[in-house]
């Protein structure tokens, strides 16, 4: 199994270089947009809508997005939908810190199908902004992801004692999330000390701000990487299902990558607006 995963991260790497480097309209924008359409796709059928209805809808949103983006409109429903999208993204995390899960699904089925539409959709305008802002600045917000995530993991598994969310992933614990915290907050200040990195998120936000702001921004966004983990884990939970698809061997379902990425890209590029 790890072979397997291990195989299928490096076609992913390798995939995610070509797209950042090719030019249009094979370069990554299209990528992101086949990642989006894949992950509505798979969310509605964790919603039991079926295959066919799933593959429709989730064409139909990726043709739309494509061709708004080449509207004089796109520059404003992008951030109308970062704001709904932090406004969603934040009620959830307080909701979960409240109550200790998310709505079930089954009763808010309706609200759940809008969210698979409209939250993956105002990820992909944030990727395509990000892309386009800078090569440098795209990859370190990857980057915040995947080394909170790699932390996460290996605090966990060293000190994981006390569960973060029981009832929705008890595999996620209070140490890993702390660890993976640590590590954002050490990616930033080095993304914001190094002048090598002076065009990454970080160190844009650090220019208007302060080492103060640079860091609460990667808190914030660490903090919403877990909740969208956790958001889909409640997702596969209710649903009955291990994995949110089988595109991806040894991973699972494309959602299961980017389900961190969902909250942060959005909320990443509103703060970049406001820095």
């Not at 790890?2 to 309209?25: C, D, E, N, S």
């Not at 983006?69 to 999208?85: E, K, P, Q």
């Not at 966990?156 to 209070?174: D, F, M, N, Q, V």
């Not at 698809?245 to 494309?254: A, D, F, Q, W, Y």
Request: overall charge positive; proline content about 4%.
């Amino acid at each position: 199994m790890l072979k397997q995963r291990i195989q299928t991260a490096l076609v992913l790497v390798a995939l995610l270089a070509v797209a950042l480097t090719a030019g249009r309209p094979f370069g990554f924008p299209l990528l992101a947009l086949v990642v989006v359409g894949i992950v509505i796709g798979e969310w509605l059928q964790l919603l039991r809508l079926s295959r066919q209805t799933s593959i429709v809808v989730a064409c139909t949103m990726m043709f739309v997005l494509w061709v708004l983006d080449a509207t004089s409109a796109a520059r404003f429903v992008s951030i109308v939908l970062w704001v709904a999208a932090a406004g969603v993204w934040v009620a959830l995390a307080l909701g979960l810190f409240a109550t200790g899960a998310f709505p079930a699904t089954d009763r808010w089925r309706l609200a759940y199908a809008v969210l698979a539409l409209v939250l993956p959709a105002a990820c992909w305008f944030a990727l395509v902004a990000a892309y386009r802002t800078g090569l440098v600045f795209l990859v370190s917000l990857f980057a915040l992801v995947w080394a909170a995530d790699i932390a996460a993991y290996f605090a966990g598994r060293a000190y994981g004692r006390r569960k973060l969310a029981p009832s929705i992933s008890p595999g996620k614990t209070w140490a890993g999330a702390i660890g993976g915290g640590l590590a954002a907050l050490l990616l930033a200040f080095v993304a914001f000390a190094v002048p090598a990195l002076d065009d990454s998120f970080f160190a844009v936000v650090g220019r208007r701000g302060s080492l103060a702001a640079v860091l609460s921004a990667a808190l914030v966004l660490v903090v919403l990487s877990v909740v969208g983990d956790l958001f889909e884990s409640q997702l596969k939970r209710q649903r009955g299902v291990k994995d949110s698809g089988h595109l991806l061997p040894g991973h699972g379902g494309v959602f299961d990558r980017v389900d961190a990425l969902l909250p942060i890209v959005p909320v990443a590029m509103l703060i970049g607006l406001a820095a």
